[in-house]
Each structure stands twice: as C-alpha cells, then as structure tokens.
C-alpha cells in the first residue's frame, strides 16, 4: 500500500513539474516578484479567474502579490482546447521593521487640509497605474535607473514617530542631489506629476499592465506620452515630497500588484 501511495505522490509531482513548464516559468516563484513567462501562441491562460494577456507569441507578464503564500494557481487552455492544471510554489520573503523617529508630525500625520489633494494624487496614480497598452518592452532586462546605497528596501513596515504605516513599496536608492535617473526599460510616459508625499513623480508605462514609478525626484525633465528607450534621462535624484533626505524610490507594478524592483536587477 505505501508503495502505491508513494508511486503516485511521485507522479503527481512528475506531472506537477511538467505541467508548470509549460508556462515557461520557474516551479518556485517569489513574494513581490516579477516575471515574464511563455506559453504556446493562440492558448488562453487564467491566474485564478482572471484571464491573462497575451502577446501574439505567447509572452505574459506576471507578479507574486508581496503577501502570496502557498500556491499560486494558473489554469492553462492550449490551442487545441486541452487544458492543464498549472501550480507554482511560493516562495516567502522576510520584510524588516524599520523605525524612524524625531519626523516632523506632518511627515508623520498629513494636516486636514491636504486630505482632498492626496485623495486626487492617489486616484491620479491609480489610474496610470491600470494602463494596459500593447507594448512589449516589458519583456527587456531591467538596468539600474540610478547607482547607489540601498537605504530603504520593499516590503520594509515602517512606524514613524512610533506610529506603524503602510509598509514600503519600492527601494529607495540613496544618491547626490542631481544625479541623472535613467529608465530602466523602454516605455511611454502615462504620468508626470507633483504628489504631497511622493514629491515630483514619474510613471512608465511598458506595456501589459507593467509600470514603474520614480519618486521624490529633484526634477522631471520627461512630458506626459513622451517614448523612451531603455537608459534615457527622465529626470534627477531630490527629495521633494515627504522625503528625509536625496535619494530615488523606484516603484514596480504589474496592474494593482507592488512588487520588488530589487528582484529584476542584475549586479
């Protein structure tokens, strides 16, 4: 009996592997990553009920929600109507506390009177956040938009003055005021803007709901629907906004999802 019992765990997990390599993804995927996965041309591809898109040749866009624990459960259908179960563990990441205090209270609590203008800023990002264009330049490798000491890291829960917030969804990169920040990918500009707390910000678009953020710049030298190549200026390290110091916050979204910018780059 437990011969059978283990030659059937065994196929399971046989079939488990075959079948999530048909996502051309690996079989362990991380909180907050993000990831670029294939499958053959003209399949239908859910991740739970939600269908994804699909480039002609097959190429998707995908990110672990920083929070995912256990499965992540996609349902693949192929060109002739068969479909296959698909499963990927998760793998869990370990966020630090990071604890600031001696701020400001505006930093820490925003006055009354600014509560309508961070309500617009908020629905501002957001909607440039949902843009969900044909482009493909979400399937580059990312480089570096600026050099420099890691001084905040994703996912990172901060209590301010003794007050926990939201935790962190970016990197901060640490680097002299005036520092060139560069896009990292090739994209459109769908957001060029003065945010309370994020200060001068820019949002690009690269297509297939896969967006990245650069905050507190000193200044925004790009226009709204402006096309960039992969290492174009888009602006310079500051610290406008509710910023302790000059450095760059590089955000990464995949549709509402935040992930980890840190875990696209190379050295």
Not at 37 to 52: A, I, N, R
Not at 77 to 100: F, S, T
Not at 130 to 141: A, C, E, L, V, Y
Request: net charge positive; charged share 20%.
């Amino acid at each position: 009996m437990k011969l059978i019992a283990c030659f059937i765990f065994g196929l399971l997990m046989t079939l488990s592997a075959a079948a999530g390599n048909r996502l051309g993804l690996p079989d362990q995927v991380t909180q907050g990553g993000f990831y670029v996965g294939k499958v053959t041309p003209g399949s239908t591809l859910w991740l739970g009920k939600t269908k994804l898109k699909l480039t002609p040749e097959g190429y998707f866009a995908f990110g672990v929600n920083w929070q995912q624990d256990g499965m992540v459960k996609f349902r693949l259908m192929d060109p002739a109507g068969a479909e296959y179960p698909q499963r990927l563990q998760v793998i869990k990441q370990k966020y630090d506390v990071q604890h600031i205090d001696g701020l400001p209270k505006k930093m820490v609590t925003p006055p009354k009177e600014v509560l309508a203008r961070i309500a617009a800023d908020s629905a501002r990002v957001k909607k440039a956040r949902t843009t969900n264009s044909p482009r493909q330049d979400f399937r580059g490798h990312f480089i570096w938009p600026v050099r420099g000491r890691i001084s905040g890291n994703f996912g990172n829960h901060r209590i301010l003055n003794g007050k926990p917030k939201s935790p962190h969804t970016g990197m901060d990169i640490a680097a002299p005021k005036g520092t060139p920040v560069k896009a990292p990918l090739g994209g459109v500009v769908t957001m060029v803007s003065d945010l309370y707390y994020t200060g001068n910000t820019v949002i690009i678009d690269h297509g297939y709901g896969v967006s990245t953020v650069f905050a507190h710049l000193g200044k925004a030298l790009v226009k709204t629907g402006q096309h960039l190549m992969q290492g174009d200026q888009i602006g310079t390290v500051g610290a406008t906004g509710r910023a302790t110091g000059p450095h760059l916050h590089w955000g990464l979204n995949w549709y509402k999802e935040r992930l980890n910018p840190a875990l696209v780059l190379g050295e």
